[in-house]
């Protein structure tokens, strides 16, 4: 059979035209109007030279070339060794330990401890939501060893020892902290866990049990619910003799990040708050890892919509830039509006954590953990799509940003976790629900459309406390959450943001997905905002 050879030799096939650059090369925070401006607007100007160093760092070449093999190169776990000793060893790549060491150094895991100055946890939550950008996995012990510093503060003797190393901005010789909470069989339901803890005298006590779930299996010590004597209890224990890892899990994202099922095998720890209390004293390291959960996935719209901005904009079709298109331009301005407003609320939602409003800080980080983290995966998902075939394809950080976007609405409570959450809240705390109203009042008058959702809170409130609450709690919860948001951009942002996201978000001209922003809005403004050139 005869067969023509074909020789390659036109260069012109290979000539690669009209493809955006990299989006490599960029500080992330010089860039980000938006966070930019709540940095100072929330108390945290003072840290401004070292969140734009941050904001280099993780917009570098170098970082994300990490970032990409790390999630690559996922971690191995080696039980026994030759001889078949258990050994319970991790294989990291050094790109994971590189991220992990640049989040430490710049003390994301500790600053609102080490510099408890007002806006600290501010600066905390902006440094996060940059280095997040780069890879969510290595985010997990740096927010657990965060949150875990007010829980260990129930016990002096505990917190002296162990809050100094916690806090210590070096890899090398600092510690860090996990958690083991969640079990197969129970699951978000904690207090169905079966793991035991029997006195072992002079304070101490011996765990056996399993978790079905412990992130990350690598840290020096472990916050642990267990069944004391007296009830579900919370322990403190390090890794070591009894602390057996079973198998690392295959997730859907944060791939770079080791995940583990555990055993304990009499497992040594010391009780942290009373035998009986082992969900109130856990609660606060679940509060301030949930404020990192909404500053995670607002760091996730973040990221989508710059690389869907920055491929717009270097992008032609159909003869003109995609940025010049005008469905386009609705679609980025439509995501550009819904990052910033996760942006505002992550922000004003650390202030409440640097300042004495701890009413608000308790009901507004379970209604933004519910909204925030619920918009995260449809948002990347509509980023991504804008890419089109470039951002599919594993090259392109958006798959990995795509796999990584529902975690945060997983971890620490999920969707409907959360609105049961507010549910209690509501009659338990009603300081905190007023406090959450009184922040949206705050822009009363400056629009008609926020007027209105305003006024109708008091109906959904009310339907959060009728026979149906548990039923239409997601709608309560969807309303209180927009009112916020709509408040924050009323006061703060440019009209043409604030006027958009109104239409879009309390009016009647917004659709039911992305892009579907009324003819009025000023869509260019909102997208050259987005992305500083």
Not at 38 to 51: C, H, P, Q, T, V
Not at 281 to 310: N, P, Q
Not at 391 to 413: C, F, H, K, T
Request: glycine share 10%.
């Amino acid at each position: 059979m005869y067969r023509r050879s074909v020789r390659l030799t036109d260069a012109s096939t290979r000539e690669v035209l009209n493809q955006p650059p990299p989006f490599t090369g960029v500080n992330l925070l010089d860039t980000d109007a938006a966070l930019r401006e709540g940095l100072e607007r929330e108390g945290a100007g003072w840290a401004l030279d070292r969140i734009r160093d941050c904001g280099a760092v993780a917009g570098s070449a170098e970082a994300q070339q990490h970032a990409r093999r790390a999630e690559r190169n996922t971690p191995q776990l080696r039980t026994h060794d030759r001889y078949g000793h258990r050994v319970d060893e991790l294989e990291l790549d050094p790109s994971w330990h590189w991220l992990l060491r640049g989040a430490v150094e710049r003390e994301i895991h500790a600053l609102p401890w080490r510099d408890p100055r007002p806006g600290a946890h501010v600066a905390h939550t902006a440094l996060l939501m940059l280095w997040s950008q780069l890879d969510a996995g290595v985010v997990c012990p740096v927010t657990m060893t965060y949150a875990a510093v007010p829980a260990l503060r129930t016990d002096r003797e505990l917190a002296a020892e162990w809050e100094p190393r916690l806090t210590l901005p070096s890899h090398a010789h600092g510690a860090l902290c996990g958690m083991a909470m969640t079990e197969k069989q129970g699951g978000s339901d904690v207090r169905a866990g079966t793991t035991r803890a029997e006195p072992a005298g002079g304070g101490r006590y011996e765990l056996t049990g399993h978790k079905w779930f412990c992130s990350y299996p690598a840290c020096d010590v472990f916050l642990i619910l267990a069944q004391a004597p007296a009830g579900l209890s919370c322990f403190l224990a390090e890794r070591g003799p009894g602390f057996e890892l079973q198998r690392l899990k295959d997730k859907l994202g944060t791939r770079s990040l080791a995940s583990a099922e555990v055993e304990f095998r009499s497992l040594p720890a010391r009780l942290l708050g009373e035998e009986g209390r082992g969900v109130a004293t856990i609660i606060e390291m679940v509060t301030h890892t949930r404020l990192d959960c909404v500053a995670g996935s607002a760091a996730s719209m973040r990221r989508g919509v710059a690389e869907a901005v920055h491929h717009a904009r270097h992008r032609r079709a159909f003869g003109a830039l995609l940025a010049e298109q005008p469905l386009m331009v609705n679609v980025l301005a439509d995501l550009a509006l819904e990052s910033e407003a996760g942006t505002a609320s992550a922000l004003r939602l650390a202030r409440a954590y640097d300042g004495d409003e701890r009413p608000l800080r308790r009901f507004g980080t379970a209604v933004l953990k519910y909204w925030v983290c619920k918009r995260a995966t449809a948002h990347v998902a509509e980023a991504l799509e804008c890419l089109g075939g470039n951002g599919y394809v594993e090259e392109s950080p958006m798959p990995q940003l795509l796999r990584d976007a529902p975690i945060n609405g997983i971890w620490e409570g999920s969707g409907n976790v959360m609105s049961l959450d507010v549910l209690r809240a509501l009659g338990r705390e009603p300081d905190g629900v007023s406090a959450f109203v009184a922040e949206c009042e705050l822009a009363r008058g400056a629009d008609r459309r926020l007027d209105a959702a305003l006024d109708a809170l008091p109906g959904a409130l009310a339907e959060l406390s009728g026979p149906h609450a548990a039923w239409s709690a997601r709608r309560g919860v969807e309303a209180l959450a927009v009112a916020f948001q709509a408040s924050l951009l009323v006061r703060h942002a440019p009209p043409f943001v604030a006027d958009a996201f109104c239409a879009a978000r309390l009016g009647e001209g917004g659709g039911r997905v992305y892009g579907t922003l009324p003819p009025e809005v000023d869509g260019r403004s909102i997208v050259a905002r987005a992305l500083a050139a």
